[in-house]
């Protein structure tokens, strides 16, 4: 018998849109525009999966969650927002949501959830345990900006593993915001109220390091005057984040592997292995794989750190988020400087298009950097070349050859129009314009829409 699914949407476009691809899938859909129409469907259907926006005009969807927990505990609720952050997306698990879709939603995505949550509800009613349906607390803010799919999958991760004990791997290229997502991880856990201490491990010497984490007694060795006690210590009950893991040397991955076996650390110089609660992330840049083929890493260390390993993206896997960062780092250089700088629509396309080897960071330095240098209080296209030169150790380039700005927004919207199938809307969106922009922008540009390619 097919399960019966609830769609709550203010948008009358998406809760039709949504109805008709689930139609034709089987189920039986239902439809509401508001919380009330919802409530009034749960009384007298058997819903097993709902589909909730968060936003429903005034009423917050996440609020709404515990609602229909109450009146249909065994529903399975999935939320659906086209502004993705770790904040509603943990939040949203807490209340006892079981998955997270972004807008603008894809077919395939909705129909290979509603058919994985399918098989988890089937294995749930022949005694089988399933696994990754967490109820974190103490949630908090964090400073992670992005709406993109892979971006949405890091949300998943955090909101997952932050409120478990797990050790988790951090994987990603520099600039791309590890430390931030450690952070996240730590403030949505149920460690939050305890310090979370960070330490580079690949800027220090062994020596040192050890020193650093395991501490110390008088006399270890020269210099030693008093004991000391080492990071592990201090942070007692909370979160140590090991950056750069990979640049460890083997002798020191040894004593590393103790403590997450043991859970006890021994200061230098001392024959006392001493307990400690705390939870360990760690994040590295590198090939791992590599690192342990060459002997250079433990693969048992390794597999210690990884219960769960997040990836983050580079920043030219989600160029869909750039206006976004930009717009979360003009903010903040504006209340940092009591300043009032804006960004150009030419200026942030510029940005988009643009190669970025530092990744979230050197976008950050740029946009900085451009603030400072912009005469009229807007940042320009040209603020953006100008600003990109005044790096000293800028290697930011376009990404495709253009002769011009203008032809270089030709080809961007040409681009658009390409990869969204030649629909309008959807190009527009993901350009970050109204349609109607689209619009005039193509009649300046030259732009066929029926034929951009011509």
């Keep these: 018998m097919p399960i019966e699914i609830l769609v709550v949407d203010d948008d009358k476009a998406t809760r039709q849109w949504l109805c008709s691809v689930l139609d034709a899938e089987g189920y039986v859909c239902h439809a509401a525009r508001d919380t009330q129409e919802a409530e009034d469907i749960l009384h007298r259907a058997e819903v097993r999966l709902a589909l909730v926006d968060i936003y429903l005009g005034e009423v917050n969807g996440v609020e709404f969650l515990k609602r229909i927990k109450t009146i249909q505990p065994e529903c399975d609720c999935v939320m659906m927002t086209a502004h993705a952050s770790v904040e509603t997306m943990a939040q949203s698990v807490k209340d006892g949501a079981v998955e997270y879709l972004g807008k603008p939603l894809r ?55 932050a409120p478990t004990d797990a050790t988790v791997l951090i994987v990603g290229p520099s600039g791309s915001g590890k430390e931030r997502v450690a952070r996240a991880i730590h403030a949505h856990s149920q460690r939050a109220s305890k310090p979370m201490t960070a330490i580079n491990c690949g800027a220090l010497a062994e020596s040192v390091l050890e020193s650093e984490l395991f501490g110390h007694e008088k006399g270890a060795f020269t210099g030693a005057d008093s004991a000391r006690r080492g990071l592990f210590e201090s942070s007692n009950g909370g979160t140590i984040f090991l950056d750069e893991i990979s640049e460890t040397t083997p002798g020191f991955q040894v004593k590393l592997l103790r403590v997450l076996q043991e859970r006890q650390v021994r200061r230098l ?4 292995y001493m307990p400690v609660d705390v939870r360990i992330l760690a994040a590295t840049n590198a090939d791992i794989g590599e690192r342990i083929r060459a002997k250079q890493f433990r693969e048992d260390l390794y597999y210690r750190l990884s219960v769960m390993t997040i990836p983050l993206p580079a920043l030219e896997e989600r160029r869909e988020d750039i206006p976004l960062l930009v717009r979360h780092f003009l903010k903040g250089f504006n209340e940092r400087n009591a300043r009032q700088v804006t960004v150009n629509e030419e200026a942030t396309g510029f940005l988009t298009r643009m190669a970025w ?85 193509a009649r300046r540009l030259g732009i066929d829409l029926d034929a951009p390619d011509k």
């Design 357 to 441: 080897p530092g990744n979230v960071r050197e976008l950050e330095n740029l946009i900085e950097r451009a603030a400072i240098l912009s005469t009229t209080g807007e940042i320009t296209a040209e603020d953006i070349e100008r600003a990109s030169g005044a790096g000293a150790l800028s290697s930011t380039k376009v990404e495709e050859p253009a002769a011009t700005l203008k032809g270089a927004e030709r080809q961007q919207i040409v681009r658009a129009l390409r990869e969204a199938q030649g629909n309008r809307s959807l190009a527009a969106r993901n350009l970050g314009i109204e349609r109607k922009t689209l619009y005039k922008k």
């Design 107 to 161: 077919i395939d995505d909705l129909l290979g959830l509603v058919r994985r949550l399918e098989n988890r509800r089937q294995s749930r009613s022949n005694g089988h345990a399933v696994a990754g349906e967490p109820e974190p607390e103490g949630f908090a803010g964090t400073a992670i900006i992005g709406r993109s799919p892979k971006m949405l999958e890091v949300y998943r991760s955090i909101a997952r593993v």
């Design 269 to 272: 110089g001392s024959n006392t």
